[in-house]
């Protein structure tokens, strides 16, 4: 058996999730390289198709159906998946900067961030109009203005270009009453042929909807278009559909780019400054080969955009690619119907020209969402992956890392246990240099990192609280992961009622080559730091050790000011109502993340629930006499609920709410209806034995109660006359999801079933 560890050598760091990107990330994921750590950097977790848009405004298409999740690609293609916007590239430490966490590093980059509306040299154009790009934000804003809209909305849509034409004409189809307008600075469709121009002025003239060629806007106002013919023009919405321009840090990192902030490119997609970083699509120019900004070219260049990176980290050449001169543009009316143009020529809508249209878009998005073979290839690319390791030492030794990355491959089968297996003092020493500014300072650690132990001054009447909590990785950000796992360990603190003082790492970090195991550990522990920094408490020291795979867990220490301060999981009374504070569903959203069955944005939003701290929540509970507290981790809602009725004096059980009542997180309840859930759940599941005889079993959220928590909420108990401001003040800290899950009872014992089911509770 072959236990030999993937390991780390180079980093190739996608910016971008825009359509040259989906193909690379698809083409690694067929053929992925050993060593190369794969990164997607993206501002969103789901990218649109830009030719199914007016789909999407005509109705025609859903949010899903036109947008290919990025999440989900990424966990094929076995990427990391960085969801932040990038500020810079630094070109010479060859970083990519991020917003709010640290740079990441990268050996081979490719850019393909899009554009921005080019809006800025009109005044009034970035307050008063509804930029149509970015397109990943477009759909969000147009379902703004849609819920905005009535029968006299008045639309106006600047730009005449295919893009323009259609988004009109797509309004017209899905607010057949509302008073549609174009405006262009010069003719309609000016890049296609005068065929095509005067089939799509009847369209729109047929159509109702007001054309002003020649037409250029010089102001916008409060509901206000101004020409340059001093014309004013009254509307609701303004839709800016013009010639965009380009994310401003590309040139501030020193990039060769055109006047509008495009960056110039070679025919082999490398930029004209830097031979490891390419630029593709819209915020590309290949110099050489001038395009419209069309997605056609964007995936046309995903292919040999991957081949180059490919051959760029193999120590090859790039190869030359000279995109097509023409191509087939398919442009919808809105109706059901199409036109095709190429070239000079110009076919009129046709109902089966949109069909042929709609199939090939369908299928384009089928090859990146539903037709994605999870199953049939996760084995056959570990077999392929495996059988690499030889043709990426031979591939190194041209590359920079060269007898290094060689050195550490041939070295992995023979990594030593024991403290033969600790990260090198010099990674170390680094990597607390750089995390250095973000550890929190608290004043009674009196030696933190650097010596043997930590040092902590006990204060007079004071009791300590000690809690210790390890996991794996369930995500490759690390930052994230870093951010969660801290804050999951600091909750137990949280849950007693205690001020977290001081926290004790212990690291567990894949063998790979010196620099990128410290990047590793920088993501990590600066992740770690902003939850420990949120609840004052100092990273006082900590231990690495080298393995299979990434885990990181917390030692936490804690005050309280005395015992009847602290909140414990005994001191349910009946009568008292039991509160959650956040949603159910983290480990079967995870699970079916893992499987690739899950949605990006239910994901995402998973993420940010298990970021969110309970100490605010705590701090609401105490001021209202919390009788008993715990934290929804490991063992579900039941286990724990159970464990807190148990731990309770006198006799005492619990009535909850039916499970369809119960706060869950979306896209968890498909997951457990898809037979997803986490491998501890049947486990959990035996909780079931305390729960009285019910009609519940069927529930779709019945398998929830036993769900695993990560960073999970806290189950209370309150009494029933302070419920409702306690309510109120969880929801203004933020626990909006805070609820009445069920009230505690007098009745139990009942062999051993403890727990009811359906109740009707009384705030």
């Given amino acids: 058996m072959d236990t ?4 780390r050598v180079r980093d190739l760091v996608l910016v971008g999730g825009g ?39 005509a109705g025609t298409y859903t949010h899903d159906e036109c947008h ?17 916007p990038c500020m810079g590239i630094d070109r010479h430490a060859k970083t990519v900067a991020l917003k709010n966490r640290p740079s990441v590093n990268y050996d081979v980059l ?11 040299s009109v005044p009034g154009a970035q307050t008063h109009a509804t930029p149509v790009k970015p397109i990943d934000g477009f759909c969000s804003r147009w379902d703004a203005a849609l819920s905005r ?18 988004l009109a004409l797509a309004m017209r189809t899905r607010l057949p009453e509302a008073h549609v307008a174009v405006f262009t600075r010069s003719e309609v469709l000016a890049e296609k042929a005068p065929a095509a121009r005067r089939i799509f002025r009847k369209e729109i003239q047929d159509k109702n909807i007001e054309l002003h060629e020649h037409c250029a806007v010089s102001e916008l106002k ?54 490891d970083i390419f630029a593709a699509g819209d915020c590309a120019n290949v110099r050489k080969h001038p395009r419209p900004k069309a997605g056609v070219f964007a995936v046309r260049q995903g292919m040999p955009l991957a081949e180059n990176l490919r051959r760029i980290l193999k120590g090859e050449r790039a190869k030359p690619f000279k995109p097509q001169s023409t191509f087939l543009s398919l442009i919808s009316t809105g109706d059901g119907r199409a036109a095709a143009t190429k070239g000079s020529m110009c076919l009129a809508p046709r109902a089966w020209l949109w069909r042929l249209k709609d199939n090939i878009d369908r299928k384009f998005m089928h090859k990146f969402g539903r037709d994605i073979p999870f199953k049939k290839m996760h084995a056959a690319m ?27 491959l041939m070295k992995a089968p023979m990594r030593c246990g024991g403290c033969g297996a600790k990260v090198g003092a010099g990674v170390l020493s680094r990597v607390l240099e750089a995390v250095r500014p973000l550890i929190h300072t608290h004043a009674d650690v009196v030696q933190g990192a650097g010596d043997d132990a930590a040092i902590v001054r006990q204060r007079s009447g004071e009791l300590g609280v000690h809690t210790v909590d390890f996991f794996r990785a369930f995500i490759d950000d690390l930052h994230t992961f870093g951010h969660i796992a801290a804050n999951h360990a600091l909750s137990d603190c949280h849950a007693m009622g205690a001020k977290p003082v001081s926290a004790l790492c212990v690291v567990t970090v894949p063998y790979g080559l010196e620099s990128k195991v410290e990047d590793d550990l920088v993501q990590l522990l600066s992740g770690a730091c902003v939850s420990l920094a949120e609840a004052g408490c100092q990273l006082a020291g900590g231990h690495t050790c080298e393995g299979a795979e990434v885990a990181l867990g917390f030692c936490v220490y804690g005050t309280l000011p005395e015992m009847e301060g602290a909140m414990r999981k005994g001191g349910c009374r009946a009568g008292d109502r039991i509160i959650l504070t956040k949603p159910l569903g983290t480990g079967a959203l995870l699970a079916a993340d893992m499987r690739g069955a899950a949605t990006g944005r239910h994901v995402q939003a998973a993420l940010q629930m298990m970021k969110k701290s309970n100490a605010g929540a705590a701090d609401v509970l105490r001021t209202y006499a919390c009788t008993a507290c715990t934290d929804v981790t490991g063992f579900g809602l039941i286990g724990h609920l159970v464990e807190m009725l148990k731990a309770s004096s006198g006799s005492v059980a619990a009535s909850l709410v039916e499970p369809a009542k119960i706060p869950t997180l979306v896209g968890a309840k498909d997951a457990v209806a898809s037979g997803i859930f986490s491998s501890i759940q049947p486990d959990n599941q035996r909780a079931a034995r305390a729960i009285k005889k019910h009609s519940f079993m069927k529930d779709p959220k019945y398998p929830l109660l036993f769900d695993p928590q990560t960073a999970g909420g806290l189950l209370a108990t309150v009494p029933q006359n302070r419920v409702s401001d306690c309510l109120r003040d969880l929801r203004e800290a933020g626990y909006d999801s805070a609820c009445v899950i069920g009230e505690i009872t007098a009745d139990g014992n009942h062999d051993g079933e403890l727990v009811t089911l359906g109740a009707s509770i009384q705030l």
């Avoid at 009535?150 to 259609?166: I, K």
Wanted: some cysteine; charged content about 20%.
């Fill in 68 to 84: 290919i999740d990025l999440s989900r690609l990424c966990r094929f293609a076995n990427a990391r998946l960085i969801h932040a």
């Fill in 4 to 7: 030999t560890p993937m390991m």
């Fill in 149 to 166: 809209s009535s029968s006299t909305t008045r639309l106006a849509v600047v730009g005449g270009g295919a893009g323009g034409v259609e």
């Fill in 19 to 57: 359509h040259s990107h989906v193909m690379v990330l698809m083409h690694f994921a067929m053929k992925p390289m050993q060593g190369t750590k794969l990164t997607l950097v993206t501002s969103t977790v789901h990218t649109p198709y830009s030719g199914m848009l007016p789909g999407f405004v």
């Fill in 382 to 408: 570990r077999r392929k992956a495996e059988q690499s390791i030889p043709e990426v030492a031979r591939a190194s030794r041209s590359r920079v890392e060269g007898e290094d990355a060689i050195a550490a």
């Fill in 222 to 275: 409060q509901g206000v278009l101004v020409t340059k013919e001093g014309t004013a023009h009254n509307f609701d919405e303004c839709f800016w559909c013009t010639q965009a321009g380009c994310q401003p840090w590309l040139a501030e990192s020193g990039l060769a780019c055109d006047k509008s902030g495009f960056v110039y490119v070679h025919e082999t997609l490398q930029t004209e400054t830097d031979a």
């Fill in 110 to 120: 490719s850019i393909d961030v899009g554009s921005i509306p080019a809006a800025s």
